[in-house]
């Protein structure tokens, strides 16, 4: 049985942690941490007398809104392509679920997709990503991977993508992206490609397995990072217009209907809202990249300065950094897997992150995924300082817990002279 997901129980044991007196730098939860705008509250606030069930694939307001964000997003898209569901993790599950055939994820991958796979009891193939990018496997990697899965009897059906990427906080290169959209349709692969970081590229915009893979690939998204309001759970899924996307649509909505009946009316009036991408809305985001990109872009600079070796990051709010260069100073000090590592940054030092083994790594990795974005601070007015702010890492909390990491990080590198 699958265990509680390792996300959710590190943001558990670092809030136990911080409920008696102790300090924490909580690094460890993938939330996009910034308050709700006004004029988004006021949508929500107007909506709330909406409690009808609704039809399961979402209002029809809701699903023209999306068709149309879609379609301004170089997708065509029409609105009975859309189907909304209380975050973009049921959404996930369901096609897994619907889908035919063992899935294929990137190594490392956000941890909720084996978990699914699991829970579904299919069975999974990871495949590495390569050195610049996480989110897509390596696609020198990929077609032995399949060829190897395939004489051993798997059956990969579904080839799962990141782009862009949690854990890394990367987006794979467009040439890439490409060439794992075409072993996909070479082996009749269906493509489900995890868009929910796109609106929070750094710079630019993420390329889409859809542009080359039309036929077969569903993308999921959602408003839980772009807009910050993953506790309202407002997600969505665009399927092909074609029979095949008709058929997996009325498989989705068979899991839809007999789980979670519809998402909640009045989130699907904000999504309306937030979909038709008013300027507010635009500007918000627009906000919110910078300051993703700024904070990510100075604790990059703390885990490099002490000799870990980093991917840049170029969306959302996470970092990938790997300590197999001090491997040699960490096992003086009983450090031999990324769990040695993510237990004594916590214990020791006070630095709440995740182990890579959590995201598929193998246990002796010694890599950490660690979110930036609760550093923006712990109150709504902090918050709304940060992303206000054209020099947010020198708005005093962020500084301190900066200067608290750089502190941390240097004990944990120091200790090894010591033990020499
Ligand atoms: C890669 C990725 N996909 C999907 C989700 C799920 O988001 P939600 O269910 O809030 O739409 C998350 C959230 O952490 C994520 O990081």
Not at 178 to 203: M, Q, T, W
Not at 322 to 341: M, N, P, V, W, Y
Not at 360 to 382: D, F, I, K, M
Request: aromatic content about 6%.
């Amino acid at each position: 049985m699958t265990m509680h997901s390792a996300t959710l129980a590190i943001n558990e044991t670092i809030r136990s942690k911080t409920a008696t007196g102790e300090k924490v730098l909580h690094l460890g939860f993938g939330e996009a941490g910034l308050p709700v705008p006004t004029f988004v509250l006021d949508v929500l606030r107007e909506a709330a007398p909406l409690n009808g069930y609704g039809p399961v694939v979402g209002s029809q307001n809701a699903r023209d809104a999306a068709a149309s964000w879609f379609s301004r997003r170089e997708a065509e898209t029409q609105a009975h392509q859309i189907i909304f569901a209380p975050g973009s993790k049921p959404l996930l599950f369901a096609l897994i679920a619907a889908l035919e055939g063992d899935l294929v994820i990137p190594q490392p991958a956000w941890v909720s997709y084996a978990a699914q796979a699991d829970l579904l009891g299919k069975g999974l193939i990871r495949v590495p990503v390569g050195e610049n990018a996480g989110g897509v496997p390596s696609p020198g990697l990929l077609r032995d991977a399949l060829n190897t899965a395939i004489a051993n009897g798997q059956n990969p059906g579904i080839l799962l993508l990141t782009v862009p990427d949690n854990p890394t906080g990367t987006v794979a290169t467009e040439q890439d992206v490409k060439a794992v959209a075409e072993i996909a349709r070479e082996y009749g692969l269906a493509v489900i490609s995890d868009e929910i970081y796109a609106e929070v590229v750094h710079e630019g915009a993420a390329p889409s397995a859809l542009t080359y893979y039309p036929e077969q690939t569903v993308i999921t998204s959602g408003l839980s990072k772009s807009m910050a309001l993953g506790g309202w759970r407002i997600g969505f899924a665009r399927v092909p217009d074609n029979e095949w996307g008709r058929d997996l649509m009325d498989r989705l909505v068979g899991v839809a209907s007999e789980i979670w009946s519809a998402l909640a009316a009045p989130m699907q009036a904000v999504a309306a809202y937030v979909l038709s991408d008013p300027k507010e809305v635009l500007e918000h985001i627009s906000l919110t990249k910078q300051l993703h990109a700024r904070v990510a872009k100075a604790v990059h600079d703390e885990f490099v300065a002490v000799g870990a070796i980093c991917r840049p990051p170029t969306a959302g709010f996470y970092l990938y950094p790997d300590f197999e260069s001090l491997r040699d100073h960490l096992s003086a000090q009983e450090i031999h897997t990324s769990g040695d590592l993510a237990s004594v940054l916590l214990e020791r030092f006070g630095i709440g992150v995740l182990p890579g083994s959590a995201f598929g790594e193998p246990e002796q990795a010694l890599r950490l995924r660690v979110a930036t974005s609760l550093l923006y601070g712990t109150t709504e007015e902090q918050r709304w300082q940060s992303l206000k702010s054209d020099d947010p890492t020198s708005l005093p909390w962020i500084a301190e817990s900066l200067v608290f990491l750089r502190d941390g990080l240097n004990g944990l590198i120091r200790n090894r002279g010591l033990n020499r």
